[in-house]
């Protein structure tokens, strides 16, 4: 065994994740960060610092363009799956995994003509099926952009070398989920307030300096999916990002004025979710949401027992708001993350999959008692996010928003506050048998409708809240709002019993 073999099967004995999930991919998303915990594997919050790509959720063809850009960001050797189920997920992560620490199939593809030519956008499937040609089991179908039937070993993707022919269409991979750090496009820069703190001296907690939780992401946040041209010509940034150019601000000052995508797969934050702002130095000017729906279909994976109530299917109470408490658990563990506080970000996901795993009450209560004391009480996350994005009750019910969004009725404390509140509520109910009514009872973003579910009135609200903040703020908005995309495509009956 040469010395490159050992030095790439130690690097891969631990390989560093980049999670990215696609709209309607909650439930593979959940898994697969599950998984690499029980394995130890760390989550990477950049391209540049993985190893392996997953991609969880079905096909979105919108995201692709967004996903190469990613591959062509992450150093070689590296290596490329999409999980579609739940129980594709421990067979990818070892087929990644093998696939990284074989220098061989690296040798290979790179020695593989003409795939730097790859088209991006996925047409070029006449083109790739000569240089994935080598990688796939004999008689192995391609349709559209997706196998289906094929096992783990064809819904693994290699990469080194010189040909690029990665990820790029997203439709060679797969077949059959930041904190979830998922990728990876939009940029958070930073102000006081950005989420990243140094939390010293909070045994775990935030705490000490304030500084920009995504300054990593800078320079690869910015490859958006913004097509167009604002007022430089055809100059562009690498990424696609257009130059910025002059204009007045608020104050009637001449400033640089950037356009900017945030998103749509951005390190904590809602799958497929675009919000294009104009930033004139770090405040935003204006903030325009991109389009919601990723597809005809999607799962919405959280309002599942809402959605089969409606139906007239049988639900209990119980199952619904053991549902609703891990969607808010889920929800918590994103805003922690964004603020820079990962043990109680990993406290809240261990409390969420251990609800989602039939947990009871007893088991689950005290432990979720402690860490709403602690994530409730601590001075520093109150401080950090404190007067961002108040929402009166009034204006959001008046805007069509319920749920602890409407209740809370202020900034963001209050709203994690409210989260942490309905969470204990919440696990107190777990042992109820009663009959889920899905009028009196709320889904976890709101009253469900499935014409106008509650997600599309929390997405509304964001461009009038991210105007006049500090672009490091506006994640800290868009977490404590937490829109759930997956329901911003009409559900239907079929996809909430899979």
């Not at 070029?124 to 089991?137: A, K, L, Q």
């Not at 004139?280 to 005809?296: F, K, M, N, T, Y």
Request: with cysteine; proline share 8%; charged share 25%.
């Amino acid at each position: 065994m040469g010395l490159t073999a050992v030095l790439m099967r130690a690097a891969a004995a631990r390989p560093r994740v980049l999670l990215v999930t696609s709209p309607g991919g909650t439930a593979v998303r959940l898994a697969v960060e599950a998984e690499l915990r029980s394995r130890d594997w760390p989550l990477a919050p950049t391209p540049a610092g993985a190893d392996v790509m997953v991609v969880a959720g079905p096909d979105c063809p919108r995201l692709r363009s967004a996903v190469g850009r990613l591959w062509q960001d992450m150093p070689q050797p590296r290596a490329y799956v999409r999980a579609t189920t739940t129980d594709d997920v421990p067979a990818l992560l070892d087929a990644g995994r093998a696939c990284l620490s074989s220098p061989d199939r690296q040798r290979a593809e790179a020695r593989t003509p003409g795939c730097e030519d790859e088209d991006p956008s996925g047409r070029d499937d006449e083109h790739r099926e000569g240089c994935e040609g080598e990688h796939r089991e004999e008689g192995q179908a391609e349709s559209g952009h997706g196998r289906s039937g094929g096992g783990p070993r064809d819904q693994v993707h290699r990469e080194s070398g010189s040909g690029d022919f990665g990820p790029g269409g997203e439709h060679r991979s797969g077949g059959a989920d930041h904190e979830g750090h998922e990728g990876h496009e939009g940029s958070s820069g930073g102000d006081r307030r950005s989420g990243g703190a140094d939390h010293e001296g909070h045994h775990g907690g935030p705490g000490g300096e304030r500084r920009n939780a995504d300054a990593d992401h800078q320079g690869h946040h910015g490859h958006g999916a913004h097509h167009g041209h604002h007022g430089s010509g055809d100059m562009e940034m690498p990424g696609g990002v257009p130059m910025a150019e002059p204009g007045e601000d608020r104050d009637g000052l001449t400033l640089d004025r950037l356009h900017l995508p945030l998103g749509p797969v951005l390190a904590d934050w809602p799958a497929g979710l675009v919000i294009r702002v104009v930033l004139q130095g770090d405040v935003i000017q204006q903030a325009d949401l991109g389009e919601l729906s990723a597809g005809r279909v999607t799962d919405p994976f959280w309002a599942r027992p809402w959605i089969l109530a409606s139906a007239g299917e049988p639900v209990a109470v119980g199952e619904a708001v053991r549902r609703r408490a891990a969607a808010r658990l889920d929800s918590l563990g994103r805003l922690l993350s964004v603020a820079g506080w990962p043990a109680e970000a990993v406290t809240a996901r261990r409390l969420r999959d251990d609800l989602l795993e039939e947990a009871p009450s007893s088991v689950v209560l005290s432990r979720a008692e402690r860490f709403a004391r602690r994530v409730g009480r601590s001075r520093t996350l109150h401080w950090l996010t404190r007067g961002i994005g108040p929402v009166s009750t009034a204006d959001a019910r008046a805007a069509g928003v319920s749920g602890p969004a409407a209740r809370a009725g202020g900034d963001v404390p209050a709203r994690y506050r409210q989260w942490l509140t309905e969470v204990l509520d919440d696990v107190g109910a777990l042992d109820s048998t009663a009959p889920l009514d899905p009028v009196a009872w709320e889904s976890p973003r709101g009253r469900w409708d499935a014409e106008r579910p509650p997600s599309a009135a929390l997405a509304g609200l964001l461009p009038g809240l991210l105007v006049g903040a500090e672009l490091g703020a506006a994640r800290f908005v868009v977490a404590s709002l937490d829109p759930d995309p997956d329901e911003l495509s009409a559900p239907s009956l079929e996809a909430a019993r899979g």
